[in-house]
């Protein structure tokens, strides 16, 4: 019977019992060996249980918790209302007069005003790239700074120590500083709604009129030069209006969707006008720009990032703000933090699971980026290796 090495090794359990339930002994001894029996077996697959699937469940779910969270948000979190999309018609040799009527406006007989204000953290790159882009239209560019971050840790003044690197805006500059409040432990969004509070007075300082245009965004969220043309050419423009732009995710050479919206164009209303950072109206202007998040030159401004910002709580392990790892997604075009694709329908989750695609494609980028393409080298497709810093 036991000839079989293999067939002795995987049967031997059964086979003890068969040997000893197979017995023929007294009514007694049988039942009392079966029940033996299947406790014997019932032990292995307990101790299984218990020792391997529910330690594993656990590990899974507290690994994977927010995964799973984010996988079913689309049958507990309906998507917001859809913005009423407009179509933005633009190509250079067409003049501004028939750009106006094609999108329903008039055009004036002479542009409004621009005002372009930012919150400044560290993004010192990409706030040269931004005004470099919008140099040519920009009436005033209003910069607020703080010495403390979002999530209250204290913060060089960057922008103070990098001015040197922005003299072509010196004689446009309208330049804030404000102290942090540092009260630990307090939600982020709270010391973000006080600073863009203090923007509001700042804008007022740099003098701002009614119906000059204020461009409302975050400085990695960057207008298109031709859209601010447009937009400050044309009459008729709607009150606010949001900029949808192409997101991209640590340089050009990932693109993840083109669905940012958060930036926003308002003619400004004295009294009215608070900026912000939120939904403030339906109308969204189709591709006028590009968002760039995580588009940083050095390793540790990805680490200060993730510690210094409202979403703090996605750090959910200390493994996450290692170097090594940071580069390695960086490379693959996968999530810091992660985490499922944040959006509202299975179809939309399941589409964008996995790393974005590379892209080798740098048309239509900011003018500014490619004339200086040796020095913003790692924003362009094919360098995601990063320094250190
Ligand atoms: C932040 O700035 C304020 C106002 O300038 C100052 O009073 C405060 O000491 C500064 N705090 C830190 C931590 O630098």
């Known amino acids: ?6 067939y002795y090794t995987s049967k031997k359990s059964d086979d003890l019992c068969d040997d000893v339930c197979g017995q023929q002994s007294s009514p007694t001894f049988v039942s009392m060996s079966r029940l033996r029996c299947l406790l014997h077996g019932l032990d292995i697959r ?11 469940s656990i590990v899974g779910i507290y690994v994977h918790g927010q995964k799973i969270t984010y996988f079913f948000r689309p049958l507990w979190q309906s998507p917001p209302k859809p913005f009423i999309p407009i179509t933005h018609y633009y190509h250079e040799n067409v003049p ?15 542009p ?9 953290s560290n993004e010192v790159d990409m706030l040269k790239i931004r005004w470099k882009e919008l140099y040519p239209y920009i009436t005033r560019f209003v910069l607020l700074e703080s010495n403390s971050t979002f999530t209250a840790l204290p913060k060089p003044l960057n922008f103070a120590i990098n001015r040197d690197k922005f003299k072509f805006i010196e004689p446009r500059l309208s330049y804030g ?17 006080y600073q863009r509070l203090a923007l509001d007075q700042l804008l007022r300082i740099a003098g701002i009129e009614d119906d000059d245009l204020l461009i409302m965004s975050d400085v990695d969220e ?6 601010i043309d447009l937009l400050r050419w044309c009459d008729d423009i709607p009150p606010i209006i949001h900029l949808q732009l192409r997101n ?27 900026y912000a950072h939120y939904r403030q109206t339906d109308y969204l202007l189709s591709d006028s720009g590009w968002h760039c998040s995580f ?16 979403h703090n709580d996605r750090i959910r392990f200390s493994h996450f703000l290692s170097p090594k790892r940071i580069q390695d997604i960086i490379c693959q075009g996968a999530n810091l933090y992660d985490m499922l694709p944040e959006e509202y329908t299975f179809r939309d989750i399941i589409g964008k699971m996995g790393p974005i695609p590379h892209s080798h494609s740098a048309v239509h980028l900011p003018s500014f980026l490619l004339e200086n393409a040796d020095e913003y080298k790692y924003l362009l497709p094919g360098n995601c290796v990063r320094e250190r810093g």
């Open 1 to 6: 019977m036991i000839s079989d090495g293999n």
């Open 46 to 56: 307990t101790l299984i249980f218990l020792f391997v699937i529910v330690p594993a």
């Open 96 to 110: 501004m007069e028939t750009l106006c009527k094609l999108h329903g406006w008039g055009v004036r007989e002479f």
């Open 112 to 120: 409004r005003r621009v005002f372009d204000a930012v919150l400044f």
């Open 177 to 193: 500083e404000i102290g942090g409040r540092f009260r630990k432990g307090e939600n982020p969004f709270v010391e973000e709604a």
């Open 222 to 227: 960057i207008p298109s030069r031709h859209t």
């Open 248 to 274: 991209y995710l640590y340089s050009f050479e990932f693109q993840y969707d083109h669905q940012s919206w958060r930036a926003s164009v308002h003619r400004y209303q004295r009294g009215t006008t608070r």
């Open 295 to 310: 588009c940083f030159r050095y390793i540790n401004d990805f680490i200060f990032k993730m510690k210094a910002y409202s």
